[in-house]
């Protein structure tokens, strides 16, 4: 079994799973370019909130994602890593950001969501299955 295990620059914030992912994917959204500085976030997202172990308090921001609902962004108050998200609409799933890893290598991503709002100059997974939202 695969192990997750990751955190923010600094360490102040470490998360570990031992379940595995069921959407990985590359957002392109424009809430997603603007908090990554870049054209898209990439996330591995579990089904089970509560089985993913977190050390540190996160600093959090909400914001009303296209559905409307709240997503909540969670960040290192210390290094300002972005390092997971939650949702109000599915309050048992967590999303963690690839980057955040210890082991990017992990992160297989499947589609590109929110692709019609990619820049010209971002190229997020060639080859992916991109979607204007997301999935249904």
């Known amino acids: 079994m695969t192990s997750y295990s990751g955190g923010c620059a600094c360490g102040a914030i470490r998360y570990e799973t031992d379940t595995s992912p069921v959407f990985e994917n590359h957002c392109q959204c424009t809430h997603c370019q603007k908090r990554s500085g870049t054209g898209h976030g990439s ?52 999303a963690v950001h690839a980057a955040s890893l210890d082991d990017p290598d992990l992160f297989r991503p499947k589609v590109v969501t929110y692709a019609a709002r990619a820049p010209a100059w971002d190229i997020a997974g060639p080859g992916l299955a991109r979607f204007k939202g997301m999935p249904g």
Do not use: N
Not at 49 to 67: F, M, N, P
Not at 72 to 79: E, K, L, Q, Y
């Open 43 to 94: 996330y591995l997202t579990f089904a089970e909130k509560a089985q993913v172990r977190i050390t540190g308090t996160a600093s959090e921001w909400s914001l009303a994602g296209d559905s409307g609902t709240q997503k909540t962004h969670a960040f290192c108050p210390v290094c300002g890593t972005p390092v997971f998200l939650t949702f109000a609409a599915m309050p048992d799933i967590i």
